[in-house]
């Protein structure tokens, strides 16, 4: 089987959607620490219930996380696997950025054909006689 890592464009934004609030980013955090309920989530923030249920919704519908239910609970678990994906993803956008600086680096270390260097023009303009 082949491990899919591209992620589709609609993927892509609902995982920056996701992650948009501290709120759902603290409770993926907490959730690849271990396994916890929905119950246990939401008695760490100052919102209802229901308001964490929307929250840990959103993760799921990003697949960032993984719900499972265990008797009458609904335990949370962070998925590696989209977290990876979502890891690749940012590292070739900062491989890109980092080749572009690189190009540009290299364009200003660079003397422009047929231009003097910028010491020599200024001692000509000095030294008209010399």
Not at 5 to 13: G, I, N
Not at 31 to 48: D, G, K
Not at 74 to 90: D, G, K, Q, S, Y
Request: overall charge negative.
């Amino acid at each position: 089987m082949v491990a899919r890592t591209e992620l589709s464009e609609a993927e892509v934004d609902r995982v920056f959607h996701a992650l948009a609030t501290s709120t759902r980013r603290d409770i993926l955090r907490r959730t690849i620490e271990r396994e916890q309920s929905v119950s246990t989530l939401a008695a760490e923030y100052e919102m209802s219930f229901a308001a964490v249920q929307k929250h840990v919704a959103v993760l799921e519908a990003a697949n960032l996380i993984v719900k499972r239910a265990e008797g009458r609970e609904r335990l949370v678990r962070a998925n590696p696997e989209m977290i990876a994906r979502a890891r690749a993803l940012l590292a070739r956008y900062e491989e890109l950025w980092r080749s572009r600086i690189a190009r540009l680096d290299d364009l200003l270390a660079e003397t422009p054909a047929g231009r003097p260097d910028s010491d020599t023009t200024d001692n000509a303009r000095e030294n008209p006689g010399d």
